[in-house]
T-cell receptor, first 113, second 117 residues
Framework: SQKIEQNSEALNIQEGKTATLTCNYT??????LQWYRQDPGRGPVFLLL?????KEKRKERLKVTFDTTLKQSLFHITASQPADSATYLC????????????FGTGTKLQVIP | GAVVSQHPSRVICKSGTSVKIECRSL??????MFWYRQFPKQSLMLMAT?????????EQGVEKDKFLINHASLTLSTLTVTSAHPEDSSFYIC?????????????FGPGTRLTVL
């Protein structure tokens, strides 16, 4: 069955450093992959989308890579700030209906001042 | 940006009662909305896809008679949890896509915390 894995352990990182979060998937051939941010008790907020034919995408301090051979996406936040502390979700789409996305469980990031 | 609202943000009800949750797209028309459920420290699980003017498409394992979805207009979808029980307590979130936006993003509502006593 399809499986999306994100680090279940919280990631603690010092302010100013680069945070790297991982999303691995199996039994899935997504057409695209998305990253969302979710704060406690709130709905997710879209950050970036990368398509299967793209290797890398950037937006301000954010960078996403997508390796369809390794079945992995890496999400980087450079010059991290305490305000970046949140749970980050990856979501894969394109299987079982093009509009439908399947979410990972998320990784909680804590940026320490 | 596109805004999606949900009401109520929090509801507590007694076991056996029904609860209605509203999802509205405030500044755009959404032909398709999605309903998710999220348990603590777990992923968002898609419950159903709500299509304006037609029946919702439910995911496997989701009881359509238990979770009634009505998408009566281009800006409003409702989820009714019928005869709620404590195991239905969860965080319910809706989302919508901007028409013509392709795959770029889903706009999520702020969520509704349901507690069934």
């Amino acid at each position: 069955s399809q499986k999306i894995e994100q680090n279940s352990e919280a990631l603690n990182i010092q302010e100013g450093k680069t945070a790297t979060l991982t999303c691995n998937y199996t039994n899935y051939s997504p057409a695209y992959l998305q990253w969302y941010r979710q704060d406690p008790g709130r709905g997710p907020v879209f950050l970036l989308l990368i398509r299967e034919n793209e290797k890398e995408k950037r937006k301000e301090r954010l960078k996403v890579t997508f390796d369809t051979t390794l079945k992995q996406s890496l999400f980087h936040i450079t010059a991290s700030q305490p305000a970046d502390s949140a749970t980050y979700l990856c979501a894969l789409g394109g299987g079982g209906g093009y509009q439908k996305v399947t979410f990972g469980t998320g990784t909680k990031l804590q940026v320490i001042p | 940006g596109a805004v999606v609202s949900q009401h109520p943000s929090r509801v507590i009800c007694k076991s056996g009662t029904s609860v209605k949750i509203e999802c509205r797209s405030l500044d755009f028309q959404a032909t398709t909305m999605f309903w998710y459920r999220q348990f603590p420290k777990q992923s968002l699980m898609l419950m159903a896809t709500s299509n304006e003017g037609s029946k919702a498409t439910y995911e496997q394992g989701v009881e359509k008679d238990k979770f009634l979805i009505n998408h009566a207009s281009l800006t409003l979808s409702t989820l009714t949890v019928t005869s709620a029980h404590p195991e239905d307590s969860s965080f319910y979130i809706c989302s919508a896509r901007l028409p013509g936006s392709g795959l770029d993003e889903q706009f999520f509502g702020p969520g509704t915390r349901l507690t069934v006593l």
